[in-house]
């Protein structure tokens, strides 16, 4: 792992895409989100996850985004999706950009445990997505992680 960490304030105006990480986990019919607690999107919900580090895997990435944000542990299970988010300023440049790698993942048993990055997490019923103000994609990601569910388990 690095040594130093991306702070917060840089990911505005990047040199470069940002990459991140996030985790699909779903238990008992329902998902996993986080109400994000930090720009961009704050207020909004979306998928445990954040920025890879410098020497880390993906999986020990996502592990750990998922275990500093919900006090969870996971185990990816499968690659989900990779997709981008590019934000742009009203003078049309980038402000923020992503590229995120979503993965399937499996939690061990836990107590949520919401870390300062994250105004809250729960675990949400699947239907009762449409009552959460959801960054853009995440409804994508969850039908694509369902799917692969299903396949996986005919396998």
């Not at 996993?32 to 607690?37: N, P, T, Y």
């Not at 995440?138 to 388990?153: D, P, S």
């Amino acid at each position: 792992m690095s040594t130093k960490r991306q702070t917060k304030d840089n990911r505005r105006y990047p040199k470069r895409p940002i990459l991140g990480v996030g985790a699909l986990i779903f238990r008992h019919g329902r998902i996993l989100l986080v109400e994000r607690g930090r720009e961009p999107f704050k207020g909004y919900w979306s998928l445990p996850g954040g920025v890879l580090e410098v020497g880390e895997t993906l999986e020990c990435g996502v592990a750990r985004e998922v275990k500093e944000e919900t006090g969870l542990e996971v185990t990816p299970v499968a690659l989900v999706e990779i997709f981008e988010r590019l934000i742009l300023d009203q003078q049309g440049r980038p402000e923020y950009h992503y590229v995120l790698i979503d993965f399937l993942c499996r939690a061990r048993p836990g107590k949520l445990a919401p870390a300062s990055d994250v105004l809250r997490a729960e675990w949400v019923r699947l239907m009762d997505l449409a009552d959460y103000r959801l960054t853009d994609g995440v409804l994508e990601a969850i039908g694509k992680a369902l799917k692969l569910r299903k396949e996986m388990r005919k396998r």
